[in-house]
């Protein structure tokens, strides 16, 4: 894997997170939430970009994330493997096994690994691989079976970054997968499409026949920008089609995005209109997020 300079029209430089985290100022985060969407980003020379990125972030550190996470009241966090690293998972492992009480991981690997180091990545803490036909630098749905087979006998779960445009085409591949599936972002949806669109239908249907959703990402899937009113009656449809298949993610350190930055505490207020009812929302950020990613039951929860 060789890393390359930004270039402005293929991999633009985009900017870092909020330095400031806060949590929400419209709800009390319940004990044990999860926050199971962020990465954290080295640099060159140790951390090298694979030339195919379509972006170029800045660093994303450990200490940087778990400070977010204090800053927001975050009991836990699950680190997805950035694309811009490619199969290279070694600082998301290196932070995993830094922090193992409190992070999970999801990897981005080839096929075919030596036993050992997927042995090594499960101690780790890795729970499950992500297929990612987005942003370049990940794996694709070529080999989805072949995916599915090792993540049911590591006891893991397939992670899915994709545009739910894409959805009606693979929505029948999906059935019989035999091992939990989780949508990125709820399909990396524009909301401009309308509730009515056939990606968004096959993504409430697939969600409501048993897949995840990641309750994440307002920041690309909103026209109309903060608050992020224009996503509310879409996640609202995700949610009431599984309520205890949501989960909730802050997509820390919000790459590839060169809008307005948001403060991760406007995402989580934005959750108090995406589900809000008090004790759903506590499942959201609690009680869902410990069955699937394996955390230790929530106080109150479970």
Not at 279 to 297: I, M, Q, S, T
């Amino acid at each position: 894997m060789r890393e390359i300079a930004p270039d402005a029209d293929r991999a633009p430089a985009c900017a870092g997170p909020d330095p400031h985290p806060r949590g929400p100022a419209r709800f009390i985060v319940p004990p044990g939430a999860v926050d199971t969407h962020a990465h954290v980003i080295g640099l060159p020379p140790r951390h090298l970009f694979v030339a195919e990125r379509s972006y170029t972030p800045p660093e994303a550190t450990a200490a940087s994330y778990l400070a977010m996470l204090d800053a927001t009241g975050m009991t836990y966090g699950v680190l997805v493997q950035v694309s811009v690293h490619g199969t290279d998972n070694s600082l998301m492992v290196e932070t995993l096994r830094a922090n193992r009480q409190r992070l999970r991981g999801i990897a981005v690997i080839p096929l075919g690994l030596p036993d050992r180091e997927l042995a090594a990545l499960q101690q780790a803490g890795v729970v499950g691989l992500r297929l990612n036909v987005l942003y370049g630098g990940g794996i694709g749905f070529d080999q989805l079976h072949a995916y599915a087979a090792l993540a049911r006998e590591l006891g893991w779960h397939l992670q899915f970054l994709i545009d739910a445009a894409d959805l009606p085409a693979l929505a029948p591949r999906l059935e019989g997968l035999s091992v939990p599936i989780v949508i990125d972002h709820w399909g990396h949806f524009p909301v401009s499409r309308g509730l009515a669109d056939p990606g968004f239908q096959t993504l409430v249907s697939v969600v409501r026949d048993g897949a995840w959703v990641k309750l994440s990402g307002a920041y690309r899937n909103t026209v109309e920008g903060p608050p992020y009113a224009d996503t509310v009656a879409f996640v609202r449809r995700l949610h009431q089609a599984a309520p205890d298949r949501c989960v909730w993610g802050s997509d820390w350190p919000h790459v590839a995005h060169r809008g307005h930055m948001m403060n991760v505490g406007e995402l989580l207020d934005l959750l108090a209109d995406w589900v809000p009812d008090t004790a759903a929302r506590n499942r959201v950020l609690a009680d869902n997020a410990h069955r699937l990613y394996g955390f230790p039951p929530s106080e109150g929860g479970e």
